[in-house]
């Protein structure tokens, strides 16, 4: 514990990041612990409700999740829908034309979120206290009759709270250590504001994985003129299928779905395909239930699951905007874009940027294309003790975080408490978000998150000891 720490006392609940996660954790803490609890919403970005998904400023990037599963209250699913109808000129639309199977603009809803945490404030006067910067360690203090946290700050004094919620979100992909050796036409952070600066149009490109980041780029890269080839690549060659235009309807769940044998759940799933003749309809019946038949399953069965199964379930699961599918589909039906299946093996500087070798899945010669840049689209990483930002690596350093069995994240206890190198379940440091994988393994979009932020906002909320929160 620092010295000057143990004279003050904690106050109220810490929230590390402010993108979708933080920012709802932070209104239903407002909302569900006492008047007298302080919410110290911390983001080091500046822009609070925004997050990576949904501060992109590029109108074509599409929620890939329609409107009418967008609400930030699972209780009020119209919620979402009834803003966009109401502020058709932020959202980007014309008026009159939102409806439940709109996919709308990611900024929009950006905007909507920033509105959510604007009333939120406004309700609970004082109680917000917005502080822009960046956390670089926590640790647990104990003292007399008190408990809590010391948040360190990258610049500026440290902060005391009785807990924190980290919703930190996606970490910047693992390094691809193939690709190493491209020098500077390795970009490993595709989200980096210069990630595509001094790209001539013509040039050819490489996209290191074919799901919605690269989905993502491909867009990114057409909207500022690029012309050039663009081959995008990943071990299976999967890309996300899009909805269809007609609007996706999740039918009942297939019958006998129970919890069980990973194998008889896939034969379940088949079969309800095969009756039905919509796969769309049987993935998106899932939905509501893919987190508790996850639990159900044993980590033998959710590792085989991962191994053999993760690649299909995802293209199928996070579909694409109609819109947004259909500039894929013509771009590769024009030759812009060619996704292909294989693996990266070297890469040196070349003449432009890169020649990049690799090894087409099935086929025993390798081929070596001409590249101006590399973008790792591969996903966020898991191993918090290898990621880039100091504050993964400090808690798994002080012992306060352990990679999760199956190596999605972090060990996290069923009440999203971060679970520590003792094996214990902290009581001060808890995990909203997309780093909760490691629990429930979907948990990446907004209805997966809703449900988890709300009930983890309540658990603290009572355990909050009401005397000693001022
Ligand atoms: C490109 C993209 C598109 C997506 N599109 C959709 C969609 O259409 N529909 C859908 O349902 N889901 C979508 N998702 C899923 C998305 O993960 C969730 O919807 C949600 O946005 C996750 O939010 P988050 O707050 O957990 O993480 P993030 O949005 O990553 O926010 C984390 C925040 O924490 C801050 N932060 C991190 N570390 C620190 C620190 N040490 N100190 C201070 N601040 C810190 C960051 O600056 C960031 O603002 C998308 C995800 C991505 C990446």
């Given at each position: 514990?620092?010295?000057?720490?143990?004279?003050?006392?904690?106050?109220?609940?810490?929230?590390?990041?402010?993108?979708?996660?933080?920012?709802?954790?932070?209104?239903?803490?407002?909302?569900?612990?006492?008047?007298?609890?302080?919410?110290?919403?911390?983001?080091?970005?500046?822009?609070?409700?925004?997050?990576?998904?949904?501060?992109?400023?590029?109108?074509?990037?599409?929620?890939?999740?329609?409107?009418?599963?967008?609400?930030?209250?699972?209780?009020?699913?119209?919620?979402?829908?009834?803003?966009?109808?109401?502020?058709?000129?932020?959202?980007?639309?014309?008026?009159?034309?939102?409806?439940?199977?709109?996919?709308?603009?990611?900024?929009?809803?950006?905007?909507?979120?920033?509105?959510?945490?604007a009333e939120a404030e406004a309700r609970w006067p004082g109680r917000l206290r917005r502080i822009v910067g960046s956390v670089t360690d926590i640790e647990p203090v104990a003292g007399p009759g008190t408990k809590g946290v010391v948040l360190h700050m990258e610049a500026g004094p440290h902060i005391l709270a009785h807990a924190a919620v980290l919703a930190v979100g996606n970490a910047a992909p693992q390094p691809l250590s193939a690709l190493a050796g491209a020098g500077a036409a390795y970009r490993n952070d595709p989200w980096a504001p210069d990630a595509l600066d001094g790209l001539d149009a013509d040039a050819p490109v490489l996209l290191a994985g074919t799901g919605?980041?690269?989905?993502?780029?491909?867009?990114?890269?057409?909207?500022?003129?690029?012309?050039?080839?663009?081959?995008?690549?990943?071990?299976?060659?999967?890309?996300?299928?899009?909805?269809?235009?007609?609007?996706?309807?999740?039918?009942?769940?297939?019958?006998?779905?129970?919890?069980?044998?990973?194998?008889?759940?896939?034969?379940?799933?088949?079969?309800?395909?095969?009756?039905?003749?919509?796969?769309?309809?049987?993935?998106?019946?899932?939905?509501?239930?893919?987190?508790?038949?996850?639990?159900?399953?044993?980590?033998?069965?959710?590792?085989?699951?991962?191994?053999?199964?993760?690649?299909?379930?995802?293209?199928?699961?996070?579909?694409?905007?109609?819109?947004?599918?259909?500039?894929?589909?013509?771009?590769?039906?024009?030759?812009?874009?060619?996704?292909?299946?294989?693996?990266?093996?070297?890469?040196?500087?070349?003449?432009?940027?890169?020649?990049?070798?690799?090894?087409?899945?099935?086929?025993?010669?390798?081929?070596?294309?001409?590249?101006?840049?590399?973008?790792?689209?591969?996903?966020?990483?898991?191993?918090?003790?290898?990621?880039?930002?100091?504050?993964?690596?400090?808690?798994?350093?002080?012992?306060?975080?352990?990679?999760?069995?199956?190596?999605?994240?972090?060990?996290?206890?069923?009440?999203?408490?971060?679970?520590?190198?003792?094996?214990?379940?902290?009581?001060?440091?808890?995990?909203?978000?997309?780093?909760?994988?490691?629990?429930?393994?979907?948990?990446?979009?907004?209805?997966?998150?809703?449900?988890?932020?709300?009930?983890?906002?309540?658990?603290?909320?009572?355990?909050?000891?009401?005397?000693?929160?001022?």
């Amino acid at each position: 514990m620092p010295p000057s720490a143990s004279a003050e006392h904690p106050a109220g609940i810490a929230v590390v990041g402010a993108g979708f996660s933080g920012t709802l954790a932070a209104i239903h803490l407002l909302d569900t612990c006492g008047p007298e609890t302080p919410v110290l919403l911390i983001e080091r970005s500046g822009r609070f409700g925004r997050g990576l998904a949904y501060g992109t400023p590029n109108a074509s990037h599409l929620l890939n999740v329609p409107a009418g599963n967008m609400s930030a209250f699972p209780d009020r699913p119209d919620h979402f829908t009834a803003w966009l109808r109401a502020h058709p000129a932020e959202a980007g639309m014309l008026a009159g034309t939102a409806d439940s199977r709109s996919f709308a603009p990611r900024r929009a809803y950006g905007r909507y979120l920033e509105g959510l945490l604007a009333e939120a404030e406004a309700r609970w006067p004082g109680r917000l206290r917005r502080i822009v910067g960046s956390v670089t360690d926590i640790e647990p203090v104990a003292g007399p009759g008190t408990k809590g946290v010391v948040l360190h700050m990258e610049a500026g004094p440290h902060i005391l709270a009785h807990a924190a919620v980290l919703a930190v979100g996606n970490a910047a992909p693992q390094p691809l250590s193939a690709l190493a050796g491209a020098g500077a036409a390795y970009r490993n952070d595709p989200w980096a504001p210069d990630a595509l600066d001094g790209l001539d149009a013509d040039a050819p490109v490489l996209l290191a994985g074919t799901g919605l980041t690269m989905v993502d780029m491909v867009l990114s890269l057409e909207d500022r003129g690029h012309r050039g080839p663009v081959l995008a690549l990943s071990r299976r060659g999967l890309a996300p299928l899009a909805h269809t235009a007609r609007g996706d309807a999740a039918g009942p769940p297939p019958e006998g779905l129970a919890a069980g044998p990973a194998t008889a759940l896939v034969r379940t799933v088949r079969r309800a395909v095969a009756e039905r003749g919509d796969w769309r309809e049987v993935v998106d019946s899932l939905r509501p239930r893919t987190q508790d038949l996850w639990l159900s399953l044993d980590r033998a069965c959710q590792d085989r699951l991962l191994r053999h199964l993760r690649p299909w379930w995802d293209v199928h699961r996070h579909r694409l905007a109609p819109a947004v599918g259909e500039r894929i589909a013509r771009a590769t039906a024009e030759g812009r874009l060619r996704i292909r299946a294989g693996r990266p093996v070297a890469a040196v500087p070349g003449p432009g940027g890169a020649l990049v070798t690799f090894r087409p899945r099935g086929a025993g010669a390798p081929e070596t294309v001409a590249v101006a840049r590399i973008l790792n689209c591969t996903g966020p990483a898991g191993d918090w003790s290898r990621l880039p930002d100091p504050l993964p690596r400090a808690l798994v350093a002080r012992g306060l975080a352990v990679r999760d069995t199956l190596g999605l994240s972090v060990a996290i206890a069923a009440d999203g408490a971060l679970i520590g190198a003792d094996g214990l379940p902290s009581d001060t440091l808890f995990v909203a978000g997309p780093p909760t994988r490691s629990l429930y393994w979907e948990s990446t979009a907004v209805p997966d998150i809703r449900r988890q932020v709300s009930a983890l906002a309540e658990h603290i909320g009572r355990r909050m000891p009401r005397s000693a929160v001022a």
